[in-house]
């Protein structure tokens, strides 16, 4: 009888503390854009609009960097570098909460030219050292 109870016990736990893996959200990425759907001011991973790694010249790019482990007073950079490697464009911002979004946002075609198709890469950093790249392919 105890070493039912013992089986009984056993899979009853299992199957109580088998949940289903849930993916953990990108902390940095490109979609088209942020929608507030829930109208509270509040960046939510599921506001983001066609997350991917392409996108057309008739399209807007946003680059997401979701900070959450950097200490307040850090320095958070975003840089944008085209195919050739050359950089584009630059953004800095303070960290001042101990979660702060750090956005770009473009529209592909004035990134863009015959020149500088193909594969662009965003490079996130806290204070100078580089955290995560995110490469995407910019097509006419």
Known sequence: MKKLLFILLVLTSCSITNKKYTPRPLHYF??????????????????????????????NILFVGFFTKSPGGSKLTFRLFSPDGYLVREV??????????????YLVGDLISEESKGVWKGVWD???????????????
């Open 30 to 59: 490109a979609c088209n854009a942020w929608i507030d759907r829930n109208h509270d001011g509040k960046y939510d991973y599921y506001e983001f609009v066609n997350i991917k790694k392409t996108f057309h010249s008739s399209e």
């Open 92 to 105: 800095t911002q303070i960290q001042l909460y101990s979660k702060t979004l750090l956005h770009s946002q």
């Open 126 to 140: 806290v204070d100078g050292v580089e955290v995560a790249e995110y490469e995407v392919n910019l097509i006419f």
